[in-house]
């Protein structure tokens, strides 16, 4: 029946680009479920499916995000310029193809390269599409429904359901309070510089309490961090300081209902440091995480040039590491019988990494993760007035928790966080482009006419009709 559903959804999808080409309003209204879509776990078809393998990837998997992405493509006119990140992205690939060669199951890195393939296909729809200077808005409007909605459930979740850390939408609560924490500083940006949209205002507000009630300990260290740089940025940008007062005592409000919450998170960090966190070792080990990345390091010394991409949790029991770090691991009875036994993994995107892919894949990667977010601190910084500037500050700081939660977490490859990732960088890559283009453009030699006047060169766009909403 799968089949069938996803033959009908593929065979709709080029007329569906079709009438959306013609339909530039209906394009940014599908900019906008693009954004929203990564919030709400859309609907996938997994073929040839491994779902108890504790992976990144687990099958080759098609969302309907995915068959969104393909229409849009039939739908946008031809780049002009070529994707972003080019280097480090096909450096990045290479050698997570190469990795297949010594892997213990090809297989499961070929599903990991197959997402791979889908996220470099959204970062080319992404950058072309914000060629449009409506996109970059309407795709975080897309991405700020995505962080309201998530309050109600979590909501429902804690005080209906009882459910001690709430995932909202989201298949784990990691992955929804690092998603969370990504958009939630681009709202305080807008708000900080004086911008009143309610969308702003509703992210803004509720985002602080849905990570509070994940009980994400990472993601709670995250929000104290983006928060503190979002201030300082603001202050340091000469923002009214009324404004940001006002900001500021919202924070703190909600910083009261974290006070509030705070027994079940003191509860929750001394279950985690008794060894209750996820999975505990048989012997009853303190910190699990320390004994997944433990492993990696052990794997990368053993294998210099990497297991292979997506190998960890299958090279952490079948290559023996499960007991070198906590004996008796593979016959608990947490994993059922030892053959179906695939483990853990590493909680330290970047340990995981060196594991996997060994130093030729950590470097291109480490570039991928901080180059989007140094360009958005360097361009965000240098427009000193405007909305782009405010997007691009917002983002870098989005992107600032991300990579340090990816310390203590690895669902930088879950599907959801990666979805957002790679639609953040393209929205970065194409308004940081823009401000270069205007910035080479204002520095050019004034001409001047036959009368003598001076001639101000200007920028020439295809923007569309001015409107209320219109962000630049």
């Known amino acids: 029946?799968?089949?069938?559903?996803?033959?009908?959804?593929?065979?709709?999808?080029?007329?569906?680009?079709?009438?959306?080409?013609?339909?530039?309003?209906?394009?940014?209204?599908?900019?906008?479920?693009?954004?929203?879509?990564?919030?709400?776990?859309?609907?996938?078809?997994?073929?040839?499916?491994?779902?108890?393998?504790?992976?990144?990837?687990?099958?080759?998997?098609?969302?309907?995000?995915?068959?969104?992405?393909?229409?849009?493509?039939?739908?946008?006119?031809?780049?002009?310029?070529?994707?972003?990140?080019?280097l480090a992205r096909y450096a990045y690939l290479v050698a997570a193809v190469i990795s297949l060669i010594p892997a213990m199951s090809p297989l499961f890195g070929a599903f990991a390269i197959w997402k791979l393939l889908r996220m470099y296909v959204l970062l080319e729809v992404v950058t072309r599409a914000c060629s449009d200077v409506r996109a970059p808005q309407a795709l975080l409007r897309g991405m700020m429904l995505g962080v309201v909605a998530q309050f109600p459930m979590v909501l429902y979740q804690r005080y209906v359901l009882h459910v001690h850390q709430t995932p909202g939408w989201f298949w784990h609560q990691n992955a929804m309070a690092m998603s969370v924490n990504l958009v939630l500083p681009v709202a305080l940006a807008l708000l900080l510089s004086g911008r009143r949209g309610w969308l702003h205002v509703a992210a803004a507000a509720t985002a602080p309490l849905t990570?509070?009630?994940?009980?994400?300990?990472?993601?709670?260290?995250?929000?104290?961090?983006?928060?503190?740089?979002?201030?300082?940025?603001?202050?340091?940008?000469?923002?009214?300081?009324?404004?940001?007062?006002?900001?500021?005592?919202?924070?703190?409000?909600?910083?009261?209902?974290?006070?509030?919450?705070?027994?079940?998170?003191?509860?929750?960090?001394?279950?985690?440091s008794r060894g209750e966190a996820e999975v505990a070792t048989p012997q009853g080990e303190a910190d699990t995480r320390a004994a997944f990345n433990k492993a990696a390091v052990l794997m990368l010394k053993d294998h210099p040039m990497g297991i292979g991409i997506n190998q960890f949790s299958l090279v952490f029991v079948q290559g023996g590491y499960a007991d070198r770090v906590a004996p008796g691991w593979s016959d608990s009875a947490s994993f059922g019988a030892p053959d179906h036994a695939y483990g853990a993994v590493a909680h330290n995107i970047y340990w995981l990494t060196l594991a996997e892919l060994g130093l030729q894949g950590f470097v291109p990667f480490l570039v991928l993760v901080l180059q989007p977010m140094f360009e958005g601190f360097r361009y965000g910084w240098r427009a000193r007035t405007g909305v782009r500037g405010d997007l691009l500050l917002g983002f870098g700081t989005g992107l600032l928790a991300l990579n340090s939660q990816g310390l203590l977490e690895w669902t930088w490859r879950q599907t959801e966080v990666g979805y957002l990732f790679w639609m953040v960088a393209g929205i970065v890559a194409a308004l940081s482009r823009q401000l270069r283009a205007a910035g080479t453009d204002s520095r050019r030699r004034p001409q001047h006419t036959r009368a003598g006047q001076e001639y101000v060169p200007r920028i020439r766009t295809r923007a569309p009709r001015a409107s209320s909403s219109e962000p630049y």
């Open 211 to 272: 990570v509070v009630l994940s009980i994400s300990r990472g993601a709670l260290g995250a929000l104290v961090l983006l928060t503190g740089v979002s201030f300082t940025v603001a202050m340091a940008r000469g923002q009214p300081l009324r404004t940001v007062a006002l900001v500021a005592v919202a924070m703190v409000l909600a910083a009261g209902v974290l006070l509030k919450a705070g027994d079940t998170i003191i509860a929750r960090f001394e279950s985690a």
């Open 1 to 86: 029946m799968k089949h069938i559903v996803f033959a009908v959804a593929l065979l709709a999808v080029y007329p569906m680009g079709r009438w959306l080409r013609g339909q530039p309003r209906h394009q940014i209204t599908a900019l906008v479920i693009l954004g929203l879509l990564p919030f709400l776990s859309p609907p996938d078809i997994n073929f040839v499916s491994y779902e108890d393998y504790r992976g990144d990837s687990r099958g080759f998997e098609v969302t309907l995000l995915d068959l969104l992405v393909l229409a849009l493509c039939v739908a946008l006119p031809p780049a002009k310029r070529s994707s972003p990140f080019r």
